[in-house]
């Protein structure tokens, strides 16, 4: 199937694209949102009015070329209900209620008015945790695709859980449980989402996650940021409750298919990125280890202090992001000790608030990437050919950390101590393991490997650029229809 440039005399469609307001889900709804353009696809990217602030803060901290790249997307803003200048809150409940009540009507507002200018909305793309924008939808007669920001893997576990077909084995050796679910290997307790695990803390974000398939049904398409090279087995086995089609990894075209050379940068950082590429030219002869946490999880100061201590001792060069938001109580305590930490090892290291990712870890001074195992770095890690050292924190990393270490073979996992602590020590040991041992050249290689499927997927002709192209000429279909 051509793209829609190939066919002048339909009109095209638009569609817009809703991610959850939060860096992880923005991202890969973003990257899908160029796909779709350089379908010849109108767009239009949702996010709230607080979250478009703090992407005009971060701007001037990101590559010109983002200006470019997106260019093209047309970007809306509803309310969530909040003032811009409210207070951080973790009252989940609270927030999804608001986006949900207020987010909802002034979306049905926005939707009306795209509608009036004269280029109706062909189809609505919402992340599956925004699963009322599929009754917005249909109140307005629109196609709608339900897009999971997690691995399939994932996907099929929280469904069934949510759907009550879970096989446990309580008498499973060391007593740790088995979880026995089709397509995917066997799976103890602290392989499944920490929001499954008896220790969760967050019921409220349990409830979003599994609530999400309460309309799953409804949708017209159900999209998945992977690839069928890269989890097969788990994609076959859910076929039959749901069909779900890969349309990844969604990454930066430039650093995996080439299509589009310009896009480099996702676009939509919360945060200012450091310049950081000149200082990792400056290394091509002493391989870095990148270490990143995401955008979410806030480490302890105890668990920093550690991987402070293992990096410094591994005597490798590093590049460490750390966002500015440690609570009050261990604000002044951890800054002064990463000031120490800075001025020992400035000519080993160095330790930025915030930076592009996707350019780092494709730099060819990079040597391995120590992660939290989210599910966009899992993806940015398969498709730029690095192994990884894992060091999961909650939610569904867990499971990304199983399937990396003993499914795709590609990294290895911190022992972790008591109380989730992993030693200094072991931070340097594991280090060493992947930038000089043997182990960490078989890890590499399995990871070019992926790094090859990956490019095949989004290539034109892949797996998921079908996917695309099909979705793609469903969307015109219906539009024709209606």
């Given at each position: 199937?051509?793209?829609?440039?190939?066919?002048?005399?339909?009109?095209?469609?638009?569609?817009?694209?809703?991610?959850?307001?939060?860096?992880?889900?923005?991202?890969?709804?973003?990257?899908?949102?160029?796909?779709?353009?350089?379908?010849?696809?109108?767009?239009?990217?949702?996010?709230?009015?607080?979250?478009?602030?703090?992407?005009?803060?971060?701007?001037?901290?990101?590559?010109?070329?983002?200006?470019?790249?997106?260019?093209?997307?047309?970007?809306?803003?509803?309310?969530?209900?909040?003032?811009?200048?409210?207070?951080?809150?973790?009252?989940?409940?609270?927030?999804?209620?608001?986006?949900?009540?207020?987010?909802?009507?002034?979306?049905?507002?926005?939707?009306?008015?795209?509608?009036?200018?004269?280029?109706?909305?062909?189809?609505?793309?919402?992340?599956?945790?925004?699963?009322?924008?599929?009754?917005?939808?249909?109140?307005?007669?629109?196609?709608?695709?339900?897009?999971?920001?997690?691995?399939?893997?994932?996907?099929?576990i929280y469904y069934h859980f949510y759907a009550?077909?879970?096989?446990?084995?309580?008498?499973?050796?060391?007593?740790?449980?088995?979880?026995?679910?089709?397509g995917l290997p066997q799976l103890c307790q602290?392989?499944?989402?920490?929001?499954?695990?008896?220790?969760?803390?967050?019921?409220?974000?349990?409830?979003?996650?599994?609530?999400?398939?309460?309309?799953?049904?409804?949708?017209?398409?159900?999209?998945?940021?992977?690839?069928?090279?890269?989890?097969?087995?788990?994609?076959?086995?859910?076929?039959?409750?749901?069909?779900?089609?890969?349309?990844?990894?969604?990454?930066?075209?430039?650093?995996?298919?080439?299509?589009?050379?310009?896009?480099?940068?996702?676009?939509?950082?919360?945060?200012?990125?450091?310049?950081?590429?000149?200082?990792?030219?400056?290394?091509?002869?002493?391989?870095?280890?990148?270490?990143?946490?995401?955008?979410?999880?806030?480490?302890?100061?105890?668990?920093?202090?550690?991987?402070?201590?293992?990096?410094?001792?591994?005597?490798?060069?590093?590049?460490?992001?750390?966002?500015?938001?440690?609570?009050?109580?261990?604000?002044?305590?951890?800054?002064?000790?990463?000031?120490?930490?800075?001025?020992?090892?400035?000519?080993?290291?160095?330790?930025?608030?915030?930076?592009?990712?996707?350019?780092?870890?494709?730099?060819?001074?990079?040597?391995?990437?120590?992660?939290?195992?989210?599910?966009?770095?899992?993806?940015?890690?398969?498709?730029?050919?690095?192994?990884?050292?894992?060091?999961?924190?909650?939610?569904?990393?867990?499971?990304?950390?199983?399937?990396?270490?003993?499914?795709?073979?590609?990294?290895?996992?911190?022992?972790?101590?008591?109380?989730?602590?992993?030693?200094?020590?072991?931070?340097?040991?594991?280090?060493?393991?992947?930038?000089?041992?043997?182990?960490?050249?078989?890890?590499?290689?399995?990871?070019?490997?992926?790094?090859?499927?990956?490019?095949?997927?989004?290539?034109?002709?892949?797996?998921?650029?079908?996917?695309?192209?099909?979705?793609?000429?469903?969307?015109?279909?219906?539009?024709?229809?209606?």
């Amino acid at each position: 199937m051509g793209s829609l440039d190939q066919q002048p005399e339909i009109k095209r469609p638009h569609v817009v694209v809703f991610p959850y307001p939060s860096q992880g889900h923005m991202n890969p709804l973003m990257e899908f949102a160029k796909r779709l353009v350089c379908k010849n696809l109108h767009v239009t990217f949702i996010t709230t009015e607080r979250i478009r602030e703090r992407m005009i803060k971060a701007q001037d901290g990101v590559a010109a070329e983002v200006t470019t790249v997106l260019k093209d997307i047309r970007i809306e803003t509803i309310s969530d209900g909040r003032s811009p200048d409210c207070e951080a809150t973790e009252d989940i409940d609270m927030i999804v209620d608001l986006l949900r009540k207020v987010g909802g009507l002034t979306f049905e507002q926005l939707i009306e008015r795209l509608n009036s200018e004269g280029n109706k909305v062909s189809c609505i793309v919402y992340d599956s945790l925004l699963n009322w924008v599929r009754d917005i939808a249909n109140k307005f007669n629109i196609p709608s695709a339900f897009f999971s920001t997690q691995s399939c893997a994932v996907h099929s576990i929280y469904y069934h859980f949510y759907a009550g077909m879970v096989k446990e084995n309580d008498e499973a050796e060391n007593g740790r449980g088995i979880i026995a679910i089709p397509g995917l290997p066997q799976l103890c307790q602290s392989d499944l989402s920490s929001f499954l695990q008896p220790s969760n803390k967050y019921e409220p974000v349990l409830r979003m996650v599994l609530n999400q398939f309460s309309t799953i049904s409804k949708a017209t398409w159900i999209l998945g940021n992977s690839f069928n090279e890269l989890e097969m087995a788990e994609i076959q086995s859910i076929d039959s409750l749901i069909q779900i089609r890969t349309i990844g990894p969604l990454v930066p075209s430039a650093f995996l298919d080439g299509n589009n050379p310009q896009d480099q940068d996702v676009g939509t950082h919360l945060w200012k990125a450091a310049s950081c590429i000149d200082w990792l030219s400056t290394k091509k002869a002493s391989p870095v280890v990148y270490v990143s946490f995401g955008s979410v999880a806030v480490l302890s100061k105890e668990k920093i202090i550690e991987i402070a201590l293992g990096l410094k001792a591994s005597q490798h060069s590093f590049l460490w992001v750390i966002r500015p938001e440690h609570s009050k109580e261990e604000e002044n305590d951890i800054h002064d000790f990463l000031q120490g930490f800075c001025e020992e090892t400035m000519d080993q290291g160095l330790v930025v608030s915030w930076c592009p990712q996707i350019a780092v870890l494709n730099h060819p001074s990079m040597g391995m990437f120590l992660t939290h195992c989210g599910w966009n770095s899992t993806l940015e890690s398969l498709s730029s050919g690095l192994p990884v050292l894992t060091f999961s924190q909650w939610s569904d990393q867990m499971t990304n950390s199983k399937y990396i270490e003993e499914v795709w073979r590609t990294g290895i996992r911190l022992n972790k101590e008591r109380h989730g602590l992993v030693g200094r020590d072991e931070v340097e040991k594991s280090i060493k393991t992947i930038m000089e041992g043997e182990r960490g050249v078989d890890l590499r290689k399995n990871a070019l490997q992926w790094k090859t499927l990956a490019k095949k997927a989004m290539v034109k002709g892949g797996s998921s650029d079908q996917n695309i192209d099909l979705f793609v000429h469903e969307v015109i279909a219906k539009m024709t229809l209606a």
